[in-house]
């Protein structure tokens, strides 16, 4: 469940808070795909796994300088800066005050404590879904790499841009226009991660099938796009109101805070996906798919 992985990576990083670890040794330790993980760990904790590792090595680096003889130098060393200068910055940004001052009595310093992930169970609040089963599919789409650092960025616009972009530069309409009429959907394809991989990729495309004029495909091939295909899956799906894509953040978090710890249900590592429809119900934003294992199915505690 992935509640009590987070737990255990958190563990682990506190174990290994002097070594030289990231969120992809921290995946590997907890049997996630980088990706996955790093998703997971930032709609649960709040922050990625590199910004907790950095905020509990310059809590630590603060407390040694206070209470011991141990140099800047040697202090930058230990928790992981490449050199003094890198260290003093980061400290200075993090506590307010230099890694110089911090060997000072009465220096103002900031404490970030190990987290201990608890479930609260609250009520009131509805998540509607729904379980579906769909075989493999073919896509058609635009697709870019993405660093897996950019999920659950509030400063990072890198996938709309991406979608401005492709907007800007007429490469959805001509796609969409393969499609019959009233069935122009586009999709938001999100591949799945291999374990080691830095990054995903996302796509945005149309579905290939008896709707789709399939004589024109090679040409949108050779001008760039690409053909996705995804295996047979299980999706929960969920439908996101709203007028803009914080409607579908809020709807990821739910998922991991909420409806899987709920239900069980843990993500796969299967292509998941949003669908914006060309004729949707009024306010939804989109539906979320995404695919999980039905067979972990129980109250996750």
């Known amino acids: 469940m992935s509640i009590q992985l987070i737990q255990q990576a958190i563990c682990y990083i506190e174990e290994h808070i002097c ?22 760990f930032s ?3 709040g922050m990625t796994a590199n910004e907790y590792i950095r905020k509990r090595r310059l809590t630590l680096a603060a407390k040694e300088l206070q209470t011991t003889n141990i140099s800047v130098v040697d202090a930058a060393y230990k928790y992981g800066y490449e050199s003094p200068e890198s260290f003093s910055k980061a400290f200075s ?5 230099t890694p110089k001052q911090a060997k000072r009595k009465g220096a103002k310093l900031r404490l970030f404590n190990p987290l201990v992930i608890k479930i609260i169970l609250e009520g009131g609040s509805v998540m509607d879904y729904r379980i579906e089963h769909r075989e493999g599919k073919r896509f058609i789409a635009l697709v870019k790499s993405f660093p897996n650092e950019i999920i659950n960025d509030n400063e990072e616009h890198s996938i709309p841009d991406f979608w401005a972009e492709c907007f800007e530069k007429n490469l959805i309409e001509p796609m969409k226009r393969l499609r019959m009429e009233g069935k122009r959907d586009l999709y938001g394809l999100c591949s ?10 996302y796509g945005i495309g149309i579905m290939v099938d008896e709707n789709t004029d399939i004589t024109k495909l ?13 295996d047979p899956a299980d999706y929960a799906v969920f439908q996101c109101f709203g007028s803009d894509s914080s409607c579908l953040e809020e709807t990821w978090s739910k998922f991991f805070k909420e409806f899987v710890v709920q239900t069980g249900y843990i993500q796969t590592d299967d292509t998941d996906y949003e669908i914006y429809f060309e004729n949707g119900k009024r306010g939804l934003f989109c539906e979320l798919w995404v695919p999980v294992n039905l067979s972990s199915q129980g109250v996750a505690v």
């Open 218 to 230: 090679e040409y949108f091939i050779q001008n760039g796009y690409s053909i996705w295909e995804t």
């Open 19 to 40: 070594e030289d670890i990231n969120y992809t040794e921290v995946a590997k330790s907890v049997h996630m795909s980088s990706y996955n993980f790093h998703r997971t």
């Open 192 to 201: 799945p991660v291999k374990d080691g991989e830095t990054h995903f990729n």
């Open 93 to 97: 940004r993090f506590h307010g005050s």
């Open 43 to 45: 709609f649960i904790v």
